[in-house]
């Protein structure tokens, strides 16, 4: 992928989050990242949605320093750059404040396995962090969410799960590519509607079983996957 192709999916996917209804105001943002380059593309900080343009789109590297100074980063900037460092195969990082998946992180709830749903994108339950302590929160906040989602998923495929919710704060989600971090934060979304739902007239609902987990997700990402086209 060019610099301007990078540009322009970076911006759709954070034009994306507002049109799925995923982000009000400024309240989230969209990055992705060139491996050969080392740099990071990421929304500017508090820049309204409707005057984003690709051009600014803030280039940065995977340390979390801008390299340009027209623009400031994201202010989550350097959360992104720890999930880049530490998770190899992703191509795109998204953060919101989507009502549902926050709804459950300020729950310190994570979102269990409840159906089929649920199990054609995620494999198994979508995890919540433990709290930053006072430390992590006054020495480097952001970096340190970022070392606690790492943590989270220490032993978890970040590529079969591939969303978090930040305990007290809200999701982060990734994927392949910008455009798959969106689309996985809108599945998170509706999976974490249905489970709350679901919580609400059964408070001790049951995951569905491993048979029926596995059964779902690998025939959209297993290694035979039959589920969709070819090419």
């Given at each position: 992928?060019?610099?301007?192709?990078?540009?322009?999916?970076?911006?759709?996917?954070?034009?994306?989050?507002?049109?799925?209804?995923?982000?009000?105001?400024?309240?989230?943002?969209?990055?992705?990242?060139?491996?050969?380059?080392?740099?990071?593309?990421?929304?500017?900080?508090?820049?309204?949605?409707?005057?984003?343009?690709?051009?600014?789109?803030?280039?940065?590297?995977l340390d979390g320093r801008s390299l340009d100074n027209r623009l400031r980063?994201?202010?989550?900037?350097?959360?992104?750059?720890?999930?880049?460092?530490?998770?190899?195969?992703?191509?795109?990082?998204?953060?919101?404040?989507?009502?549902?998946?926050?709804?459950?992180?300020?729950?310190?709830?994570?979102?269990?396995?409840?159906?089929?749903?649920?199990?054609?994108?995620?494999?198994?339950?979508?995890?919540?962090?433990?709290?930053?302590?006072?430390?992590?929160?006054?020495?480097?906040?952001?970096?340190?969410t970022g070392t606690v989602i790492v943590e989270t998923f220490a032993d978890?495929?970040?590529?079969?799960?591939?969303?978090?919710?930040?305990?007290?704060?809200?999701?982060?989600?990734?994927?392949?590519?910008?455009?798959?971090?969106?689309?996985?934060?809108?599945?998170l979304e509706q999976v974490a509607k249905m489970a709350w739902h679901a919580?609400?007239?059964?408070?001790?609902?049951?995951?569905?079983?491993?048979?029926?987990?596995?059964?779902?997700?690998?025939?959209?990402?297993?290694?035979?996957?039959?589920?969709?086209?070819?090419?």
């Amino acid at each position: 992928m060019t610099d301007d192709e990078l540009r322009r999916a970076v911006l759709d996917a954070n034009l994306d989050t507002v049109r799925h209804g995923l982000v009000i105001s400024t309240f989230g943002n969209a990055s992705g990242i060139d491996r050969n380059a080392g740099r990071i593309l990421i929304k500017p900080s508090g820049v309204a949605y409707d005057r984003l343009t690709p051009a600014d789109m803030v280039p940065c590297d995977l340390d979390g320093r801008s390299l340009d100074n027209r623009l400031r980063p994201s202010s989550d900037l350097a959360t992104h750059a720890v999930l880049y460092r530490a998770f190899a195969d992703i191509g795109g990082v998204v953060h919101t404040h989507s009502t549902y998946a926050t709804i459950m992180a300020q729950s310190h709830r994570p979102v269990p396995c409840l159906g089929t749903t649920h199990a054609d994108y995620f494999h198994g339950t979508i995890p919540v962090t433990r709290d930053l302590t006072e430390d992590e929160i006054a020495q480097d906040y952001v970096g340190n969410t970022g070392t606690v989602i790492v943590e989270t998923f220490a032993d978890l495929d970040p590529l079969a799960i591939p969303a978090v919710l930040v305990a007290g704060h809200g999701p982060f989600v990734w994927g392949r590519t910008p455009a798959e971090a969106v689309h996985n934060a809108l599945i998170l979304e509706q999976v974490a509607k249905m489970a709350w739902h679901a919580m609400v007239l059964n408070p001790d609902p049951q995951p569905i079983s491993q048979a029926l987990l596995d059964r779902h997700f690998l025939r959209k990402h297993g290694a035979q996957a039959t589920y969709g086209q070819d090419g």
